[in-house]
């Protein structure tokens, strides 16, 4: 093993325990100096892992390893629980109607979707951050009760984009007969109905958009053939048309305008 790599895999094994310390004069005469050395001891926070404690909140540690494995879950988050999926589905069949290739280029229409998506999720962040962050900050409820409370703003949501057919076949499969209002249902039904509801609901405006385009292309393509010229291909030259038609409608506003009202 290269020196390189020794020095690679101690910085690896360091950096966790110096993530850690806190930022006092003395922590940083250790980062800076690398003197005192039996500092860094008193330095680490003690980790108290007992049960039965009469606090509610975790440790520092376990809460730092909780906000890690929420982020990890971040994209699944983003694609499965807010309007993200039917944004995004529906742009990509509007890039395969007209033809362009990679124009918009994937960063751009995942740009676009993520800001639309924190457009029509706001009145639900903005609900979020009233029943459940702000009084966890002001200590008026723990942990568990903050995560609740913002699971339920969540689920409405997802609930009035769901059909009926999807929610219902999720909850017989887990023997959920009846619930007597939306915080009752578990995130593993809803989330999983939701996703279903969106997909189709994102074909079905996909197909919508790429009718016309593909109509443009057969009369491009038999036009050609009724002139004999068989070796040019169609695409060539229905992309300019489509893009034409797909301006001079104003297609961006009118698609923007639909996504955004056909969110409940």
Not at 65 to 92: D, E, K, N, W, Y
Not at 121 to 146: L, R
Not at 179 to 195: G, H, K, N, R, T
């Given at each position: 093993?290269?020196?390189?790599?020794?020095?690679?895999?101690?910085?690896?094994?360091?950096?966790?325990?110096?993530?850690?310390?806190?930022?006092?004069?003395?922590?940083?005469?250790?980062?800076?100096?690398?003197?005192?050395?039996?500092?860094?001891?008193?330095?680490?926070?003690?980790?108290?892992?007992?049960?039965?404690?009469?606090?509610?909140?975790?440790?520092?540690?376990?809460?730092?390893?909780?906000?890690?494995?929420?982020?990890?879950?971040?994209?699944?988050?983003?694609?499965?629980?807010?309007?993200?999926?039917?944004?995004?589905?529906?742009?990509?069949?509007?890039?395969?109607?007209?033809?362009?290739?990679?124009?918009?280029?994937?960063?751009?229409?995942?740009?676009?979707?993520?800001?639309?998506?924190?457009?029509?999720?706001?009145?639900?962040?903005?609900?979020?951050?009233?029943?459940?962050?702000?009084?966890?900050?002001?200590?008026?409820?723990?942990?568990?009760?903050?995560?609740?409370?913002?699971?339920?703003?969540?689920?409405?949501?997802?609930?009035?984009?769901?059909?009926?057919?999807?929610?219902?076949?999720?909850?017989?499969?887990?023997?959920?007969?009846?619930?007597?209002?939306?915080?009752?249902?578990?995130?593993?039904?809803?989330?999983?109905?939701?996703?279903?509801?969106?997909?189709?609901?994102?074909?079905?405006?996909?197909?919508?958009?790429?009718?016309?385009?593909?109509?443009?292309?057969?009369?491009?393509?038999?036009?050609?053939?009724?002139?004999?010229?068989?070796?040019?291909?169609?695409?060539?030259?229905?992309?300019?048309?489509?893009?034409?038609?797909?301006?001079?409608?104003?297609?961006?506003?009118l698609l923007v305008q639909s996504m955004i009202r056909s969110f409940n």
């Open positions: 093993m290269s020196k390189f790599r020794r020095l690679f895999l101690k910085a690896l094994l360091i950096l966790p325990f110096i993530a850690t310390i806190p930022f006092t004069a003395d922590a940083a005469n250790i980062l800076l100096t690398g003197n005192n050395i039996p500092v860094i001891a008193q330095a680490l926070p003690q980790i108290d892992l007992s049960i039965g404690g009469e606090s509610d909140d975790f440790s520092l540690a376990i809460q730092a390893l909780i906000l890690i494995t929420v982020l990890s879950f971040g994209p699944a988050f983003i694609t499965m629980m807010t309007s993200f999926t039917r944004i995004i589905v529906v742009f990509f069949f509007l890039r395969m109607g007209l033809g362009t290739q990679q124009s918009p280029p994937n960063q751009v229409l995942i740009g676009l979707a993520l800001f639309l998506t924190i457009f029509i999720m706001m009145p639900t962040f903005n609900t979020i951050n009233e029943e459940a962050i702000q009084p966890y900050i002001n200590e008026e409820m723990t942990q568990v009760e903050a995560l609740t409370s913002a699971a339920v703003p969540l689920k409405e949501f997802m609930v009035r984009q769901t059909r009926d057919k999807d929610l219902l076949f999720f909850m017989d499969m887990v023997e959920i007969e009846s619930v007597d209002d939306i915080e009752a249902l578990p995130l593993f039904v809803v989330v999983p109905s939701y996703v279903m509801s969106e997909l189709r609901i994102a074909f079905q405006i996909g197909f919508m958009i790429y009718l016309p385009f593909m109509v443009i292309d057969l009369v491009v393509a038999s036009m050609l053939l009724a002139m004999g010229i068989i070796f040019l291909p169609p695409v060539l030259v229905s992309l300019p048309f489509k893009i034409l038609v797909f301006v001079l409608t104003d297609g961006w506003y």
